[in-house]
């Protein structure tokens, strides 16, 4: 997994924000520090919580410019429905292939998971886990849940993003 003080992975990929459109993280990046939420899957209650929890407390982040993008293994067709759902205001990438997971050390089998039914390497899904990137591409904090039923400590986030603008 990627730490304090490492180099950001540049990637590119769809975002859902209520249409498609294409997410650059270094293009993003020059508006301000990124927080990267990675959360393993759309309408499962953790990963609500964790999304709503973002969208409740976005004002912070838009005080320092910071954007929140949430990153899971969906289709930018299910993250739409789940902001729309959610009522959620930022933008959530869809790393179908498990590649930008892969980038940032927090890429998981659903077999870890102990899914039925699931062999080994059938899906690459995100960790739970925050990264904020500063405006140089650093990473400036870095978090990955034991489980993915615990949640960030979202005060810590604020922080490091206010740290990071």
């Known amino acids: 997994m990627l730490d304090h003080g490492d180099d950001a992975p540049a990637f590119t990929a769809p975002m859902a924000n209520g249409d498609i459109e294409v997410f650059s993280l ?9 927080v990267l939420a990675f959360f ?4 499962t209650s953790t990963c609500t919580t964790e999304l709503c929890t973002f ?26 429905e ?17 590649d930008i997971a892969a980038a940032y050390g927090v890429a998981s089998d659903l077999a870890d998971l102990t899914v039925p039914g699931v062999a080994p390497g059938d899906m690459t899904i995100p ?12 990473v400036t904090y870095a978090w990955a849940g034991e489980t993915p039923k615990v949640e960030p400590d979202y005060d810590d986030v604020e922080a490091a993003a206010v740290d990071a603008a």
């Open 55 to 80: 969208r409740d407390r976005l004002g912070a982040f838009e005080d320092v410019d910071a954007t929140v993008v949430g990153i899971s293994a969906d289709t930018p067709f299910t993250l739409n």
């Open 26 to 34: 270094t293009e993003a990046l020059e508006d301000g520090p990124v």
């Open 40 to 43: 393993p899957g759309a309408f």
């Open 82 to 98: 789940f902001r729309d759902d959610q009522g959620l205001q930022f933008g959530l990438v869809s790393d179908v292939s498990g």
């Open 127 to 138: 960790q739970r886990s925050v990264f904020v990137v500063d405006s140089s591409g650093t």
